[in-house]
């Protein structure tokens, strides 16, 4: 089971291997983090996921991380799911964000991921389910991933990503 962080900042400021942005279905690049992540990893990053997208929500896809500095080597591409109430299976798509950007870590053999705090911007996810779901979701899944990063852009984010790690302990 990968080791768990906690942090606040910027997500394209990260030294892991690999980063997460919550995509949309096109990789094509948007807003958000992933609008951020874009312009960090510059045009090739939008070249490379129409190359390889659409993307399922809840699947992941791999492309190189391109201008960003080492130690990224990898961009992992991941499609949240759009909050609807809750009733149509958000929870199952959100979880298996976290999952399959692990089983994608594995695949590329990188030991450090970082993560936003998927589907809660745009998408809509309410940010303390999201927070439980993607701690319990990264605890339960094996993988040769040695630490997860889940990097909150706000005081708030942050807060309820401490008292999810809390809770689950
Ligand atoms: N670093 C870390 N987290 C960030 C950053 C950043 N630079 N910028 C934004 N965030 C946070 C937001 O505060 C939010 O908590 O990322 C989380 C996810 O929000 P969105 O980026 O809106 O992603 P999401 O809700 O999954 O919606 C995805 O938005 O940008 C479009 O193309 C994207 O259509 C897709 C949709």
């Not at 030991?111 to 927070?131: K, L, M």
Request: hydrophobic fraction near 45%; charged fraction near 20%; aromatic fraction near 4%.
């Amino acid at each position: 089971m990968a080791a768990i962080e906690i942090v606040l900042g910027d997500i394209t400021r990260e030294r892991v291997d690999a980063i997460v942005t919550a995509a949309n279905e096109s990789l094509l690049g948007g807003g958000g983090v992933d609008g951020a992540i874009h312009r960090a990893a510059g045009p090739r990053l939008a070249r490379a996921g129409g190359a390889i997208g659409p993307c399922e929500p809840g699947d992941a896809l791999v492309t190189p991380a391109f201008d960003l500095d080492p130690p990224v080597r990898h961009i992992i591409h991941t499609v949240g799911p759009v909050w609807e109430g809750g009733g149509y299976g958000e929870a199952d798509v959100l979880a298996s964000c976290y999952r399959r950007s692990l089983a994608v870590a594995d695949e590329i053999g990188a030991r450090t991921v970082a993560f936003p705090a998927i589907a809660t911007g745009v998408y809509g996810f309410p940010p303390d389910q999201a927070a439980r779901i993607a701690v319990a979701t990264i605890k339960a899944t094996p993988t040769r991933v040695e630490r997860v990063r889940l990097v909150a852009f706000d005081d708030d984010a942050h807060r309820l990503l401490q008292a999810a790690m809390s809770a689950s302990e």
